[in-house]
């Protein structure tokens, strides 16, 4: 099983909005609403920010939202902040002999 | 509030076996609709997840490590493992453990992070 494929950097300017793609194949992404987004800062573990494409945990800001279209799936940050710089990571159940499969990793940037 | 804290060596020689611990405080492992799982992160790249156990004892792993990877749960100190053999430099990784919610399949808690360096 292949890792998804992220861009490996975003960037924007604060306030606007921008959008990271993550994208699979039949045997995740394409097959299930079951996609997670994972913010992630240097040194630290992972924060879940989204799960089933596009559920905000508890106390994530609502400027983080998802969605899915056949096998790519969607990170948007809209206004955006200094605080969203950080590395983003996608993760998609996945049939077969794997559960679980990441994306590259994206390195988001505050101009 | 669940809380997850990885032990173990943090250098192991090459060849040799790495081993992990992760204890879970404000939540047990018994938990049914939860699987305890592994994931890694070498310098500087990406998270790779290695492997799940449920308290049941079903296991699955990430096939790209093949048949190195055991992991097990002891139930009496509601901690759970994790062996890697043969290890190589490439096995050097900051190893995460984390709950993963097998409602909607997303890693919900996770530990801070133990940084294994495989070196001789």
């Known amino acids: 099983q292949s890792a998804l494929t992220q861009p490996a950097s975003v960037s924007g300017s604060p306030g606007q909005s921008i959008t990271i793609s993550c994208t699979g194949t039949s045997s995740d992404v394409g097959s299930y609403n079951l996609v997670s987004w994972y913010q992630q800062f240097p040194g630290k573990a992972p924060k879940l920010i989204l799960s089933e494409v596009s559920t905000r945990p508890s106390g994530v800001s609502s400027r983080f939202s998802g969605s899915k279209s056949g096998n790519t799936a969607s990170l948007t940050i809209t206004g955006l902040q200094a605080e969203d710089e950080a590395d983003y990571y996608c993760c998609s159940y996945a049939s077969g002999n794997t559960r679980y499969v990441f994306g590259t990793g994206t390195k988001v940037t505050v101009l | 509030q669940v809380q997850l804290q990885e032990s173990g060596p943090g250098l192991v020689k090459p060849s040799e076996t790495l081993s992990l611990t992760c204890n879970v405080a404000?939540?047990?492992?018994?938990?049914?609709?939860?699987?305890w799982s592994w994931i890694r992160q070498p310098p500087g790249k990406g998270l790779e997840w290695i492997g799940y156990?449920?308290?049941?004892?079903?296991?699955k792993n990430n096939p790209s490590l093949k048949s190195r990877v055991t992991i097990s749960v002891d139930t009496s100190k509601n901690h759970f493992s994790l062996k890697l053999t043969s290890v190589t430099a490439a096995d050097t990784a900051v190893y995460y453990c984390a709950r993963a919610d097998d409602s909607n399949e997303s890693i919900d808690y996770w530990g801070q992070g133990t940084l294994v360096t495989v070196s001789s």
């Open positions: 156990i449920h308290h049941s004892g079903n296991t």
């Open positions: 404000g939540g047990s492992v018994r938990s049914g609709s939860h699987y």
